[in-house]
C-alpha cells in the first residue's frame, strides 16, 4: 500500500521564525491534507489540497501530485502554532486515510 | 462550522467492563470514523461507517464493536475493557464518498485499570 512520510519528525523554532513542513507519498493520489494536533489533542483540518498552492493567514500548502509531495508553510510562527502537523492521503479504500507519523513543532518565546 | 462532538474528555474504566463511547456530528455527513492513537504508532483506523446501520472494519477492529442508528451519531463499544485500550479515541465525520475532508472531535483519553 502507499506509504506516508512526514519530515523533519521534530522541529523546536523561535517565535517569529518561518518553517517548511514535508510530507512524501509513495504512489500518486487524488487528494491530501494537512491536520494540527493541538497540545490538547484536538484535530483541526488545515487543507484539502489534492494539488496546487492554498493559503490560509500565515499558513499555506502546495502539492506536487507528479512529484509525490506536499509542503506545509507557517509564516512568522506563534506558540499557537506548536503541536503536531499530520499529512494523510486516501488509502485502498476510498473511505480510509493513511497518515504520516506527524512532524512535532514546538514553538518557543 | 461542523461540529463533531464526543461524550467524554476523560474516561477511567476498570478491566471487563463495558464502555460506549458517543460520538455526534451536526452537519449532514454521510460518513463517521473511529480511530485511535497511540503514542508512536499514529492514528489507527477502528471502524467506519458511509451510512445508517452501515459499517466497515478498519485496520484493527479486534475488542471493538460499533452502532450507527442514526445518521448524526456513531458509537464505539467496548465489549470488554481491557488495559491495551487505554488510549485516546478519535471520532471524525466527512461529506460524500472518499476520504476528502475528515473534521475531528475533541477526542476521549480512556483509561482502563
Known amino acids: 500500500g502507499i506509504q506516508v512520510e512526514q519530515s523533519p519528525p521534530d522541529l523546536i523554532l523561535q517565535e517569529g521564525a518561518n518553517s517548511t513542513l514535508r510530507c512524501n507519498f509513495s504512489?500518486?493520489?487524488?487528494?491530501l491534507q494537512w491536520f494540527h494536533q493541538n497540545p490538547w489533542g484536538q484535530l483541526i483540518n488545515l487543507f484539502y489540497?489534492?494539488?496546487?498552492?492554498k493559503q490560509n493567514g500565515r499558513l499555506s500548502a502546495t502539492t506536487v501530485a507528479t512529484e509525490r509531495y506536499s509542503l506545509l508553510y507557517i509564516s512568522s510562527s506563534q506558540t499557537t502554532d506548536s503541536g503536531v502537523y499530520f499529512c494523510?492521503?486516501?488509502?485502498?479504500?476510498?473511505?480510509?486515510?493513511?497518515w504520516g507519523a506527524g512532524t512535532k513543532l514546538i514553538i518557543k518565546p | 462550522d461542523v461540529k463533531v462532538t464526543q461524550s467524554s474528555r476523560y474516561l477511567v474504566k476498570r478491566t471487563g467492563e463495558k464502555v460506549f463511547l458517543e460520538c455526534v456530528q451536526d452537519m449532514d455527513h454521510e460518513n463517521m470514523f473511529w480511530y485511535r492513537q497511540d503514542p508512536g504508532l499514529g492514528l489507527r483506523l477502528i471502524y467506519f461507517s458511509y451510512d445508517v446501520k452501515m459499517k466497515e472494519k478498519g485496520d484493527i477492529p479486534e475488542g471493538y464493536s460499533v452502532s450507527r442508528e442514526k445518521k448524526e451519531r456513531f458509537s464505539l463499544i467496548l465489549e470488554s475493557a481491557s488495559t491495551n485500550q487505554t488510549s485516546m479515541y478519535l471520532c471524525?465525520?466527512?461529506?460524500?464518498?472518499?476520504?476528502?475532508?475528515?473534521?475531528f472531535g475533541p477526542g476521549t483519553r480512556l483509561t482502563v485499570l
Open positions: 504512489d500518486s493520489v487524488n487528494n
Open positions: 471524525a465525520s466527512s461529506l460524500g464518498t472518499g476520504a476528502r475532508g475528515q473534521f
Open positions: 489540497i489534492p494539488s496546487g498552492t
Open positions: 494523510a492521503v486516501p488509502g485502498d479504500s476510498n473511505y480510509q486515510l493513511i
